[in-house]
């Protein structure tokens, strides 16, 4: 609902986030549960082939992200996504919707990880779990108003916390594989189709692993040179994200048996101590920061995105004020992070978190879409990044399959 007045004339967000802190906000979006949860079903359905199913999930999420790279460039600005349909298909309505399903996806997200972190912070200290909900939302909450500089801050040390937890993981495991001469080629390469139909059932779970680069999109307004900095640090964040998953699949499966990764709850617990040999509670507290980045990234992000909507006119006024001191949007943020609380604390989190994928895959689908019109119709700008167009082609083409196995399986369960 569009309103009267002009946002514009307020204070603006500050363009202070570098390509390094950028590449880590992106990092954090990626790594964390994904490989900690996933790990184990791909390797029931890949088994030694496991490290390909993460490698091929990882090519076919490129595209997108790819896309995602061009785009930013293009439009540097907050609420991203739907500005890139607004303006590709043309429709101020799908735009809205996109913007809000961004906002919806992200919030229920932060919820749904909010729930999920209370095992990790319980085992590490013994407090109800309505109050580690209450403190870990307030806690993050203020952060993200204090600052987008401080909130990132925040969100690349624990990101580094969390790849330092995985490289330590890849490190220890390393001995056993380079130990066995012959594993490298059993794990690599594949002749029998069997084989290919378990790998290719593994990368569509992987596929999910990847997903969170185009929440760096909705921060453009705080980044310093966004027009090179925010494809280029999408690219190197894929990129990165694609070496930790192949090379913790890689030692995984040279360190426990697939059928015992597939059989573990905690299947990167059980290789993390196999390993390592250290006490199963350090898992324990990098999941915890794993879980607490997630939710920050997700609550610095949806504010974000409500607050380029109502730049946009496109949502209330209010929404789109910037404090002059934190340089931040308060009221978005303050609203956001009731929102998640409100979530985390009354509603069934677990049946509203199978939206989330689906809802990305949905925002993938139209923002392809999008930047294929774009390229057809539009000429290019100048000193903006221009991908050949099978990019976008190919990943409306992947989005779009991935998007319809989520549904049939949605209907099949």
Known sequence: MATSGNADSDVKLKRSLSLSLLTLYGLGTMVGAGIYVLLGEAAGRAGMHTPIAFLLAALVVAPTALSFGELSARFPKSAGEALYVRVGLDSSLLALIVGLLVVMAGTVSAASIVVGSVGYIQSLVAIPSMAVIFLVVILLGGLAAWGITQSVLVAAILALVEIGGLLAVVIAGAPNVLDDPDFLSTAFLVGEMPAWNGILAASILAFYAFIGFEDMVNVAEEVKKPERNLPLSILLALLLTTFLYVSVATVAIATVPPDLLAASKTPLALVFSTTTGWPIQILSLIGAVAAINGIL????????VLYGLSRQHALPVFLGKVHPKTRTPLYATLLITGLVLALALFFPIDKLARWTALTALIIFTLCNLALIR?????????????????????????????????????LID
Request: aromatic share 2%; no cysteine; charged share 10%.
């Open 374 to 410: 774009i390229k057809v119709t539009q000429p290019e700008p100048p000193a903006t990044l221009s991908l050949p167009l099978i990019v976008p082609i190919l990943g409306l083409i992947s989005s779009l399959g991935f998007l319809l196995v989520d549904v049939m399986r949605g």
């Open 297 to 304: 990234i997700q609550i610095v992000m949806a504010p974000r």
